[in-house]
């Protein structure tokens, strides 16, 4: 008998009662129906009470006379609170001096005695170490104190170094608001091997329990963490959080070997037990009289206890004669499947159109052979599906007595067909799955020599937020809900998922990384060995499940009403055969066209549509061009607002528009839209580029040069480049600072031996914008250029020679050799080897003679003949022309259109992420133009820029509808003009 602090009242069940009555148990003031009523707890369910009856109770030298109400249906004695408290076995509240444990005092959890598991992994597999996830900031401190909490209880530990293998945390949020804390181990799944541990089976169990009639089930809490993992095979479970690595020191929910492992460590503490078989963490005793049952429990209690073993009282049943345990209802009558899984199929209800109709005949098929006259039986149906009008239309109309009787017979047949609820764990188990836009549906199969038989069938109606996932989503949840509906089946074996849904091979696969929301159901089941196979829908025979159940009447809530009207008004509003109608009798132009068409006059506002007169037609007042409604004025914004939602570019919209509607000069209109619209213009290409300016040779050479920093190399050094623009001389000077004071100290170096230079150019590093460099220029009257901010290309000469410098350190650290004496070989090769352009060597024209290297040459025995200036610069003038006609047509350059007074927005040169616009907001006026170098002000701050014209975007004006009499039409000219801009690419 059970003690039930909620409870005031004593309750029997009506076994207990007949039992009594055969051993003449003294009672006294029996009434047959007393005027009292009972419901079971979690439900409405009525209690069927058949009587009450006083009786003495006595416990030790205590006495205590209560009163106790039979119950039919009842599965428990129940002693109630007042009479347990009166004989002194129940006490609530502090100090009454009852053995109590304090969850709190108890920090560590409890472990099995003398038991360290170990598991084996797969050293050939490469370990996998996964970033950290980012996890909502809410949940953040949650989180950390969930972690607090399993160190608290010693279940996992930090790890002080690094780990091979690392897994990512998700936490999931519960109903109450607490939360799980997940690990994903799929990656770390992939290299621990099975334990090869057999699982028990019902052949097994039904002999050895012909005879029991009293059966106590027995549940473990969070069985897993009870097993401590040895030391050598804790890394696998290592998971980053933002507080550090931990691992875990218990076997955990996740690994994929754990149900084996566990079911082999409780069966060996079990062994010497009669009476009593284990699925994983569920213990079942039975016994044949109470004698024998008790005797049994009692000695499995003592080995728990010995063990160290908790259990969890509030899902344990003691001494109860009929139990659900693997998938099947075992009592003294015998075993029989779960009712949940027979009332899936009998509460189907009739299809009411073809589809429908031949998913459920598939299910049928499926099971044919155990169903006899299968063909006869279900010709009604055959009748259904020859009708030519069934094809277009549901069956509900054609649905006779005759479809109704066999629809119920097959149903019946379903529902109890031979080997329905028969599980062997050593056959193989497949599970197949669908989803349909209102339910889910799943069915159990397994396969031996004899070939497929079905286990069980299970659906479940979708709610209203679930019935909004797109279809990837509703198929994913049906396999997941599917393992988790047959979990007494699927855990701790390998399996295989079907579905007809091919995305869900990848979505699935340890490597993928899904949306937030599946990503949280595979979690969920990543102790479960499966494998997802994708199958055409014709062969899915849950496809019935998932469709012919009982749908609820679901109404929409005011909430989401009025969403959905606050979207539907913000978005641009469609316009409406009403509108058109009134609009179009209002609009001078249209009725003009009217009087033209009938009247054969073309008056002024008329004569822009004269050309298409033959196209004109008027239908219930709207007029038509062909096929294409004649928008009037009133409508036309609205019209291009509509066909511009989403952001087309300019091809695409005028596409759009002419496939519906039309109006003089729409296309200029759309095109006009496009460019006056702002997010447009914000993310749309720069303006092409200025044609080239090639630079002409100088006279002579150190006339002018080119400087340019490089680095910094992984040596913490820069390199300073100089180049000169006559000869491609170029010297190259090793810095650790790059400083003003410390660029300026190596062009006096260089100076000194080749003297000032007129011109020198640079870019816009701080080294030579800085006061200290232009005075240093100043001084030494040499004139400074910078070049355009964000514009390398202003001074490419010496841009193109980091490029092959840059070449050649790269193969100097591939080869593992000294990088400098590397540059040092490459200057004496470049100085002395014939330039592209001029067809002289640099130092050839600089020094007015060649150097000298390693490779022989004719000038060791007498001077060569050389060419004159003037033919090196014809060919240098040659050669550059070339480049810029090439480049010019590459580029798509263009003359710059844009005049002091314009407005343009800036190019973002730095984007914070993929979002970024690709121009700045702010606008900002041209105040002079020369080429494709603009200065520009902003128009908020004031502040001057300089830039290319390719990082300027020029700001049109606002759209405005263009007058029919002024404008043109450009319909007729696609492909031409500016059709072939699109502001969006």
Known sequence: MIIDSGCKHNLITGETWEVMKRRKVAVSNQIAKPDIRFVAYGSNKPLEVKGCFNATLQVEDKQENATFFVIANGTRNLLGKQTAMSLGILKIGLNLGVNQVNEEERTTFPKFKDVLVSVHIDDSVPAVSQPYRRIPIPLEAKVETKLQELIDKDIIEEVPGSSKWVSPIVPILKDNGDIRLCVDMRRANTAILRENHPLPTMDQLLPKMRDAKYFTKLDIKDAFHQVELHPDSRHITTFITSKGLFRY???????????????????????????????????????????????????????????????????????????????????????????????TVQEFRPPVNVSELQSFLGLINYVGKWIPNLATVTEPFKVLLRNKNAKTSDIQKDWGSKQEEAFEYLKSTLSNIPNLGYYNVNDKTIVIADASPVGLGAVLIQVNDRGPRIIAYGHKTLTDCERRYCQTEKEALALVWAVEHFHIFLYGKDFELITDHKPLEVIFGPKSKPCARIERWILRLQSYRYKVVYKPGKTNIADPLSRLLKLPTILPTTKEDHIHQIVEYTRPVAVSMRELLHYSREDNEIKSVKEAIYNNKWGDEAKSFKVFQSELCFYEGLLLRGTRIVIPKELRERVLNAAHEGHPGIVAMKARMRTKVWWPACDKDAENFVKACRGCTLVSAPNPPNPMKRREIPEDAWMDVAIDLMGPLPSGDYLLVVVDYFSRYKEIKICRKITSTEIIGILKEIFSRLGNPLTITADNGRQFCSEEFKSFCKEQNITLFNTIPYWPQQNGEVERQNRDILKRLKISQAEKTNWRESLYDYLVMYNSTPHSVTGKTPSELFFKRKFRDKIPMAGDMGLEPYETESEMKDRDKIMKEKGKEYGDRKRKATECDLEPGDKVYIKNMIKDNKLSLNFDTTSHTVEKAVGGDIQVRNDKTGQSYRRNVVHLKKIQGQWKV????????????????NDSIDATE
């Open 249 to 343: 020191k218990r076997l955990m929910f996740g690994i994929s070997c754990a149900p084996e492992i566990f079911q082999k460590v409780l069966e060996r503490m079990l062994l010497g037990c009669d009476g009593v078989f284990n699925f994983i963490d569920d213990i079942l005793i039975f016994g044949r009289d109470l004698e024998e049952h008790d005797k049994r429990l009692k000695k499995v209690m003592e080995v728990l206890k010995e063990n160290n073993v908790v259990l969890k009282k509030e899902k344990c049943l003691h001494r109860v004669k009929k139990v659900s345990f693997l998938g099947h209802e075992l009592s003294d009558a015998g075993v029989r499947p779960l009712q949940k899984y027979v009332t």
């Open 962 to 977: 263009i007058d029919s009499d002024k404008g043109e039409d450009n319909s007729r000219d696609s492909g031409e003009g």
